[in-house]
């Protein structure tokens, strides 16, 4: 790697919503694989994430803010991260990390420290994970978030289940 970055962060462009909304579809499938039905991850769902994208990314400068991706230095996208106002009924925390996704190729390396660091800082927020994402929850406790007790369970996806860690 001899002192290049394998990698970097930054606010993204509209030109790169196909590459997020990839990610975005590829980390579901890799981070809930079988706790998802398989329509989470088809075409459809695809183009719809591609649409998501190409709009948020048309948004105002303060919505672009809160944005970030992350590319390899073959400018492909291989991460993405959001942070959003919490729009629990009952929130925990005022801001929330809405997403972040990198390509499982990616675990380990620094981008999902690197996206959390960049659309986050060390702010109070809080989250929702998959309860059965061992990895992905003991990522957001090495980074300050704890469970809270709050968690929901979606009957119309077999019993999909979340949990609500805050910092």
């Known amino acids: 790697m001899d ?3 394998e990698f970097k962060v930054w606010v993204p462009v509209p030109e790169d919503a196909e590459g997020m909304a990839a990610v975005h ?5 890799e981070a809930y694989g079988e706790l998802l039905p398989a329509k989470f991850y088809d075409d459809a769902v695809l183009e719809a994430r591609r649409q998501l994208w190409s709009r948020i990314l048309a948004g105002s400068d303060a919505v672009l803010a809160k944005n970030r991706v992350a590319m ?3 400018g492909k996208v291989i991460g993405i991260a959001t942070v959003s106002p919490t729009r629990d009924e009952e929130p925990a925390r005022a801001e929330c990390l809405a997403v972040l996704y990198i390509t499982a190729d990616w675990y380990g390396r620094g981008v999902g420290e690197a996206l959390l660091t960049a659309v986050l800082g060390d702010r109070p927020a809080q989250l929702w994970v998959a309860r059965d994402n061992p990895r992905a929850r003991a990522f957001y406790r090495k980074h300050g978030f704890v469970e809270d007790g709050a968690e ?3 009957a119309d996806l ?3 289940a979340e949990v609500r860690m805050v910092r």
């Open 3 to 5: 002192g290049v970055p």
């Open 25 to 29: 579809v590829q980390g579901w499938r």
């Open 72 to 74: 390899d230095s073959a």
């Open 152 to 154: 929901t369970v979606d």
């Open 158 to 160: 077999d019993g999909f």
